[in-house]
């Protein structure tokens, strides 16, 4: 077991340490515009009606589209796509079309009028499922209503942020505990 000598960390930056999931591009469309934000602040709800909370924060153009459209796509890029998606995060679409901005193509979703990034492994077609957080804390629930995966690879090369403009890559991948699961958590 490993033994660590800790010192107090502030609080407003753990963070770093507890953000695992993939950044992710949030596509979203209302009336005739579309658009594109980077997002690290999302969490996996409930698994049936699949439920993601997202921090999308009031300043951001997307906000309002997606508060008024009640809709919006969760795209998972890959380590190619890591400057688009950092510059996606450094402009908005209030001044910028980041479709054409960034070359990423627009895709139909199947239930949703927001549009796919084709460029990303994978995409979630979202529906806002409680709004009852997002006055408060700019938190919207959506619910995934249909999914769209590549089937390869497996695993893909996401990116997850530590803040401070640093990444970490996803690496190795181990099947090692899997026997240690009960089925019921796997
Ligand atoms: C790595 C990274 C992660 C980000 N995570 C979030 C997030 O979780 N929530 C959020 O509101 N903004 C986040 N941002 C900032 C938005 O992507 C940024 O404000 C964006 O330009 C908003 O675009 P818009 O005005 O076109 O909506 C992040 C940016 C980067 C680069």
């Excluded at 079309?97 to 199947?110: A, I, M, Q, V, W």
């Excluded at 997002?134 to 249909?146: A, D, R, T």
Aim: aromatic letters at 12%.
């Amino acid at each position: 077991m490993p033994k660590y000598t800790k010192n107090d960390f502030p609080t407003w930056n753990v963070r770093r340490f507890l953000e695992p999931g993939p950044i992710v591009l949030v596509s979203s469309a209302y009336q005739a515009d579309t658009n594109i934000m980077t997002m690290g602040w999302h969490m996996v709800m409930e698994f049936s009606p699949a439920l993601v909370t997202c921090l999308i924060s009031g300043a951001n153009h997307s906000f309002e589209m997606i508060r008024k459209s009640r809709q919006c796509v969760i795209n998972l890029p890959t380590v190619d796509l890591a400057e688009a998606v950092v510059r996606i995060g450094n402009c908005s679409g209030r001044n910028v079309d980041k479709f054409s901005e960034f070359g990423l193509t627009p895709k139909p979703g199947t239930l949703v009028r927001s549009p796919l990034i084709d460029e990303c492994y994978a995409n979630f077609e979202c529906r806002l499922a409680d709004s009852g957080w997002v006055n408060k804390y700019n938190l919207f629930v959506f619910e995934v209503v249909k999914a769209h995966v590549a089937a390869s690879p497996k695993f893909p090369k996401t990116i997850h942020y530590r803040g401070d403009g640093e990444f970490m890559i996803s690496g190795t991948e181990t099947a090692k505990y899997r026997r240690l699961f009960r089925p019921g958590m796997l």
